[in-house]
Every structure is written in C-alpha cells, then in structure tokens.
C-alpha cells in the first residue's frame, strides 16, 4: 500500500533552517510528481511545493518561493524540503504528498503521508 | 492568484441529511477541482476529482458536479462517518490552491 512517513520537524528559531524528509514506499516512487502541504494549527490546507517525477521541474507557492527548496533522490525513494529563513508563520504539520498520475505533473494530490510539526519560534 | 471560497464555514446536519457545499473560484478553473475529507489528527483523503470523478473506493453518496468558477460537493444520505472538514481543491497551471473548509458537524 502506498505509504509515505515524514522526517525532521522539530522546534527552530525564526531565521534559521530545516530539513524535511519524506520516506515514500508502496508505489514506484520515481515515476511520480511529488508535493509538500502545510497546515498551521488549527487552519485550512497550504500547498508549499512540487516537485516533477524526475526533479526536472519545481513549483512553489508565493509565500516560500526563494527560502524553500523541493528535491528528492528517486533511488532512496525519499523526497526532500529544504527550508531557510524560517519565520514564526511557517508553524505548521508539513504533509508529504503523491501527485495522481504517473510522469505527468497533474498537481491533484491522492495520498498524503501523516505530517511532521514544524514549530517556529524564538 | 487564483482564490478558491467555501461556504458555508459550518454546516450543521443531521444522519440522513442531504448536504451540499459550494466552492467558487475567483476566476474559471474549467474542471480542475478536487474535494477531500479530514478528520481531526487524520491526513485528508481524495473523494471527487476533475470535479464530478469519484476517487475509488469513495462512498456513492458523495458526488461532485460544477465547472468554470462554480462547484458543489453533495452527500446524498449523511452518515456518522461523514462529519468532518471538507476542502476543495483546484489545482491548474502548476499552482495548487485550498478553499478554507467546511465543517460538517452534528447538529
């Protein structure tokens, strides 16, 4: 079964950096887009961050553009985000999630892992 | 930005109840719209794609219908498993945008 488990939240200072990792089995992980969607305590859903099958392409959402980093290393069936420049409004549970389709980068989301807390605060 | 509205916020329904939500985009998104279901501490699940495509698996009670810039999610026949935030979801153009949700509570 399709299965992804998040990595590497944790509590940081405003300003500094986090890596997220996403571990992702059940499916042939190399094949799909891939994506990062946040959700502040208490809130709605925020997509962050996607990522093409090959990692040939990358999309970002306005408010992280230039201080987040979507990769991903398809042999080690891990996706990766890395956050600089942290601020107290990037508090949130940090969804990995699977793209629909297979190679082509639809942006519908069909499985989402169980999140990792990001908590951004001096 | 394209900028997705849910309403109503909360809905308060009894089991058996139909129920509708509506989801408006701020501009046309043709059919590129999908709902989801969350329950407190759960990930969101996938229920209606492309607008009116029931995601396998998903109950027949819940449908979808709508295109351009007006959407609703029905639940013909509420069930106790039903009550829980529900987002809409339009995902074009390689940006992805989440209405604010609605809360389907018991009433």
């Known amino acids: 079964q399709v299965q992804m488990v998040e990595s590497g939240g944790g509590v940081v200072q405003p300003g500094r950096s986090l890596r997220l990792s996403c571990a992702a089995s059940?499916?042939?992980?190399?094949?799909?887009?891939m994506h990062w969607v946040r959700q502040a305590p208490g809130k709605g859903l925020q997509w962050v961050a996607g990522?093409?099958?090959?990692?040939?392409?990358?999309y970002y959402a306005d408010s992280v553009r230039g201080r987040f980093t979507i990769s991903r290393d398809n042999s080690k069936h891990t996706l990766y985000l890395q956050m600089n420049g942290l601020r107290p409004e990037d508090t949130a549970l940090f969804y990995c999630?699977?793209?629909?389709?297979?190679?082509?980068?639809?942006?519908?989301?069909?499985?989402w892992g169980q999140g990792t807390l990001v908590t951004v605060s001096s | 930005d394209i900028q997705m509205t849910q309403s109503p916020s909360t809905l308060s329904a009894s089991i058996g109840d139909r129920v509708t939500i509506t989801c408006r985009a701020s501009?046309?998104?043709?059919?590129?719209l999908a709902w989801y279901q969350q329950k407190p501490g759960k990930a969101p699940k996938l229920l209606i794609y492309?607008?009116?495509s029931l995601e396998s698996g998903v109950p027949s009670r819940f449908s979808g219908s709508g295109s351009g810039t007006e959407f609703t999610l029905t639940i013909t026949s509420l069930q106790p498993d039903d009550f829980a935030t529900y987002y809409c979801?339009?995902?074009?153009?390689?940006?992805?945008?989440f209405g604010q949700g609605t809360k389907v509570e018991i009433k």
């Open positions: 999630a699977k793209d629909f389709n297979p190679v082509d980068t639809t942006m519908l989301i069909d499985y």
């Open positions: 059940g499916f042939t992980f190399s094949s799909y887009g």
């Open positions: 990522l093409s099958h090959d990692g040939s392409n990358e």
């Open positions: 501009q046309s998104i043709s059919t590129w």
């Open positions: 492309k607008a009116s």
């Open positions: 979801q339009r995902y074009n153009s390689y940006s992805v945008t």
